[in-house]
């Protein structure tokens, strides 16, 4: 209110008197937040979680003359938009009476939300046990250990295999006493937690509405199809949704000509992509009206090119929905205006994404624009 009055107080005819404004009234007031963090204390650490800024990627929106937005997820407590998810599906636990305090959650995890479950279940006191693919960034594990997180790698196999790390969480949560799988790939609550949070903090942030194009890539499916399903529902349809997706994800083909086929090998990106439909994308699949395939070649390039020209420090699932969003953008038209997710940053990767011989190794550092080798400060 006092910063109101200021703005009001104060002439804007001459440089003097528009230096000697509040910042507030230059930029505006923090509109996208829900729970008034600009004024209010929120409820420990799982209060702050989402409410991320969206932010315009101003040189891509130059190149295609239209206005491409980033969802900062990177700014919730956790690092990451998996932090919605874990929230939500803790809660869900807590409320079906699945867990009690001092009790354990367990998880199957990429990486991301795992790290969301350690904070939450830190800032709720429950224990943690992760079960994760031993292909994930070494960043990832000493961080989640960090937060207190019981880690167990396992070799990677696909979902069909008993031993996959998913099973595996699940067989293990049976064994323990007051213990919960939070199973986040088909508990549907995962996606609830972007019907309620990121689709309304969309559709406000753009002005009621004034968007044309989603798009994200999906590895649980919550993201994208709890906010596939707000804003298609508070559009009436006119908003549309795509699909972006990795090399070796089956979804592309499936989107395309009806096949469960996978697109090339794999990919550089971690936690997105998938061989089937979970329980979370399937009720909401037919929302979705196209996909986008991403080869890893186009990621690598975005990821130095958002550092460079943005100055926005992203991992390469965050890199692949912004070259999916410049797609988006071609296709609909200049004057377009398209939201993606900027899933996390890029500490987490940085051990590969800024090593030369990683990017050597993986036949990508040729994609990385000669003037931009300059951030390619490992060996």
């Given at each position: ?23 507030s ?24 979680v ?6 315009r990627l ?66 709720k006191g429950?224990?943690?046990v ?20 019981d ?20 067989r ?15 508990n ?9 949070t ?18 994200c890539?999906?590895g ?14 508070k ?9 972006a ?13 009806g096949?469960?086929?996978?697109t ?12 089937r ?6 009720p ?28 926005v ?7 692949m ?16 205006r ?20 990683w ?21």
């Amino acid at each position: 209110m006092l910063a109101r009055q200021l703005c009001r107080a104060l002439p804007a005819r001459s440089a003097s008197a528009l230096h000697a404004r509040p910042t507030s009234c230059l930029l505006g007031a923090r509109a996208y937040s829900r729970v008034g963090t600009d004024n209010n204390v929120v409820r420990a650490l799982v209060g702050a979680v989402g409410n991320t800024p969206l932010i315009r990627l101003n040189k891509v929106s130059e190149e295609t003359g239209c206005d491409i937005m980033g969802k900062a997820e990177w700014m919730n407590p956790g690092g990451s938009v998996k932090d919605r998810a874990a929230l939500y599906v803790v809660e869900h636990a807590e409320k079906q009476g699945l867990i009690k305090p001092g009790g354990t959650v367990v998880e199957g995890t990429a990486g991301n939300t795992g790290i969301g479950l350690a904070h939450i279940c830190r800032s709720k006191g429950y224990n943690l046990v992760i079960y994760m693919p031993n292909t994930q960034s070494q960043e990832k594990i000493d961080l989640l250990r960090m937060l207190g997180a019981d880690v167990r790698p396992v070799p990677a196999v696909p979902f069909t295999d008993p031993q996959n790390y998913n099973h595996q969480a699940k067989r293990f949560a049976e064994t323990l006493p007051n213990a919960v799988w939070t199973n986040q790939f088909d508990n549907i609550a995962n996606r609830l937690a972007h019907i309620e949070t990121t689709g309304p903090e969309i559709w406000r942030q753009t002005e009621g509405g004034k968007l044309d194009g989603f798009i994200c890539s999906t590895g649980t499916g919550g993201t994208l199809a709890g906010t596939a399903r707000y804003l298609k529902e508070k559009s009436d349809g006119r908003v549309k949704v795509f699909i972006a997706d990795p090399p070796g994800s089956v979804l592309y083909a499936y989107k395309k000509r009806g096949v469960l086929e996978r697109t090339g090998d794999s990919s550089i990106t971690e936690g997105i992509g998938q061989g089937r439909l979970t329980d979370n994308l399937a009720p909401d699949w037919d929302l979705v009206d196209d996909a986008i395939h991403v080869p890893d070649a186009k990621t690598i390039e975005m990821i130095f090119r958002l550092l460079d020209e943005e100055g926005v420090f992203v991992g390469a699932s965050s890199a692949m929905n912004v070259v999916s969003a410049v797609e988006m953008a071609k296709q609909l038209g200049p004057g377009s205006r398209i939201v993606t997710v900027i899933c996390d940053g890029a500490a987490r990767y940085q051990s590969r994404l800024f090593s030369r011989s990683w990017l050597e190794g993986k036949d990508l550092l040729q994609h990385v624009p000669k003037h931009l080798h300059k951030y390619i400060l490992l060996k």
